[in-house]
Nanobody
Framework: QVQLVESGGGLVQPGGSLRLSCAASGNIFQILDMAWHRQAPGKQRELVAAITSGGSLNYTESVKDRFTISRHNTENTVYLQMNSLKSEDAATYYC???????????????????WGKGTLVTVAS
């Protein structure tokens, strides 16, 4: 089984910063893509930022130049540095990974997506 443990959410004033962390554990052969999604009340879950195993980055337009996604491969951890936070950034933030999992057959693997339980970010003065 794979577990994702998120941390770093909380209450911050507009213009402030937060750093989210998500640590993956379990019988993982390799973590491929890592990403942060968010969901505000009454809205659909949306991709915020993603990073591939090769380091390619993707950000939703509204967070470009304010948020930075990074990963620590040996620790199976992904981070989201959020600066200049706005009220519209308030949401529950979810970590998602695509992991390559071993099977009982040597050299055979399968890829699976896993989600964290979410961490709440509140932006208010």
């Amino acid at each position: 089984q794979v577990q994702l443990v998120e941390s770093g959410g909380g209450l911050v004033q507009p213009g402030g910063s937060l750093r989210l962390s998500c640590a993956a554990s379990g019988n993982i052969f390799q973590i491929l893509d890592m990403a942060w999604h968010r969901q505000a009340p009454g809205k659909q879950r949306e991709l915020v930022a993603a990073i591939t195993s090769g380091g390619s980055l993707n950000y939703t337009e509204s967070v470009k130049d304010r948020f930075t996604i990074s990963r620590h491969n040996t620790e199976n951890t992904v981070y989201l540095q959020m600066n200049s936070l706005k009220s519209e950034d308030a949401a529950t933030y979810y970590c998602k990974i695509r992991a390559r999992m071993p099977t009982n057959h040597r050299g055979k693997y399968f890829d699976m997506d896993y989600w964290g339980k979410g961490t709440l970010v509140t932006v208010a003065s």
